[in-house]
């Protein structure tokens, strides 16, 4: 139940504020990452990288680690993820990571192919598969519209995931503490797919006091989406009829899944026979997965699932390929292949570009934006330019790159190479020769002392030294003694000397190691005779006849040499089927990687569609506008594209007196906390109050005056109670208040089920031909309303009246 109360005073703790500060991806189209604080609880909203994977990027992000107390993925590409592995298996992140199972799988299959891509053309260590584990262990994972109360030192803060559309799994995190939600949406798409919903920001949220959001395309206009397909896979099209092969370069964790069901469809519709290729280190995991979350995909593909029992994703064209051996066996001809990586600057796309671009019949087709610095990107840009300068080179515009390959040890560098592994496993043995030895000593050592002890006579039941029920280390008589006084027992005479660190003797512990030795447990004595200690076991198992199922057992089916041969026997097959297996084969060679500088011309058509995924400018705007947070923050997009949202959200927001910020990176963002209160409302108050019910929530006014807590509340909060005016059963001065949004369109339809025409007109709704309806813009003169409504104009009549009446129906009244 919502309230508004006037009141004198207020209870609650000291209040704290907000802190925000932007470590990467703000005035620009780098990788994410961000830091916020909330009541001395430090997240980090995403930690991406580039592909270049400088640690020298993650200055800002190393400099704050200590602080962070929970880390939250909104995507499962490398710009929000990618430095996840390097942090938790490098640089010793031990917070808790939360993200959405797809985040998590797709993310962790995402690395692995960044890894494997990176390997096979440098000695790439930053990270390795064992990092990307580690850090992907860590993880979290939660459903959309699943709370998540954090403990500790988050006690009182509640995370949650909201559906954010772009790739699969992505979310809008909402950090509810105190009341208070505080949003951080970025990279979300408004728009229904092929295998995805929209986001739910513009009807999950509203007024929450701190929205974080980006402006990466607040310059563009989104083309229709038929328009927008079918003017790619014309492209396609006629690039393959052409005699040309198509390389469209992807992110596995990423778009795929989209181009995948459109290409898919195209190809079944028009029984194309042209190869349709996925290049990938990760194709088929990649695929697999998909499979099994439709879960988190559109409803359509769900039903189709149901009905016809045919999994999308189970592909009848689509070719999985894992290397470029398997792409090589493919028919030799025109082809389409999705490769990674979409930046170029390592994987498959990269040496097949090097390898496609020089003929004219090709093409390159990027579908999403390029990253800053990156090869793809001067593809692109080079394109840009010539076509700006109306110019058909005959060459095309040329371009300096690298290419890397791996080639088998030759010559001295393989003997080098083999010398430098002996001498190393050769160092690794005599390392474990040693440790056998220091472990036979101590076992030696143990023996001898059995042996003394045996000598003395000790054992018995009444022996200082049994170890039975009367034992004195179960009596605490004997002293403990530590695994080095133990690890240092010497042979000596009859019963031994401890031996110190140092060397020498230490007599003071001689007893007590020897009691050690013999009672190694409490209440557990060495059996004399015994080569070393043991535990016991009371059953005599020596006079079992069965097993627990029924079977007679024989006891020369356990004789040791029997089973040794066993053993040898069972190596010596597996050995055989490993050779089998191997074919002749020879094992693994040992490589180098070789780089060449080499110029590409780029004589193939390069062209680059929007299959981004992303709202557009005019749609951000909207949803900004109607979410209309108390707080805004922009980040992630040029400084032209975040200069024009903010301009834009600060006059379309005026009226709700929302500020704006763009700090740049590392600059701080600091909000005092609101004056707020926490009281309880007191029976008295309830029973007079009116509760109006709007959807799933009920709301009244409420006036009272605040007083002391109740006795024995347990809260012990102040107590909101009724005013002198509303215990004399008067009217408070409220009422009357509109609440929530009406859609035009929601009118036209009521109106047109009351029986009244009604028609659109330059952005107004012109109703029974003389009454018009249109909405209240802040500033725009409409009266002194704060913004937003709606106005009726016309000549008093009952249409009029009529219309009027519909309006009013379509709000709350409260």
Known sequence: MAAAATAAGGGGGPPTGMRFVPLLGVHGRGPLSYLLELEGFTFLLDCGWTDAYDPQLLAPVLAVLPRVDAVLLSHSDPAHLGALPYLVGRCGLAAPVYATTPVHKMGQMAMYDQYLAHQ?????????????????????????????????KGAGIMVTPFAAGHLLGSAVWRIRRNGEDYVYAVDYNHRKERHLTGTVLESAFQRPALLISDAWNALRTAPEGPNKEQELLGAIMATLRGDGSVLIPIDTAGRLLELVLLLERHWSELRLTYPLVLLSAMAYSTLEFAKSQLEWMNEALVRQLGHARDNPFSTRFLKLCGSREELAHLPHGPKLVLASMPSLEAGYSRNLFADWAEDPRNAIIFVMAAGEGTLAERVQQLQQ?????????????????????RVPLEGQELEDHLQAQAEAAAAAAAEAAAREMEVEAAAAAAAAVAAADAEAGGGGLGSPRSGGILSPRASGAVPRVNSLAIGHLKSSGGLGEVVGPDGLPVEELREEAVAAAVCLVEGFEVPRGAAGPMFPFEDEWEHVAHDEYGASLDYADFDATEARGFKAMESEMADEAKAEDAGGVPPDIPTKVQS?????????????????????????????????????????????ATAALADHMQRELAGLLTEVHTPAAGEAVELPPEPSYRLALSDELMAGIKLHRIGDYKLAWVEGLVGPPAEGSESQLPQLLPSAAVAAGEEGGYGGVFIGDVRLSELKQALAAAGIASEFHAGALYCAGHVVVRRRQPGGGGGSDDGGGLVVEGALSEDYYRIREMVYSQYHVC
């Open 596 to 640: 060449a500088n080499i110029t590409v011309t780029v004589r193939a058509r390069v062209l680059l569609f929007d299959f981004d995924g992303r709202a557009d400018g005019r749609s951000m705007r909207t949803m900004l506008a109607h979410v209309a947070p108390r707080q805004l923050i922009l980040v992630h997009g040029t400084t032209e």
């Open 385 to 405: 330019q010539q076509q700006q300068q109306q110019q058909q080179q005959q060459d095309g515009p040329r371009i300096q790159m690298v290419r890397y390959r």
């Open 120 to 152: 096979a053309q440098s000695e790439f260590d930053v990270f390795n598969l064992d990092d990307v584990d580690a850090a992907f262990a860590r993880v979290t994972v939660l459903r959309y519209q699943q709370n998540m109360a954090l403990g500790g």
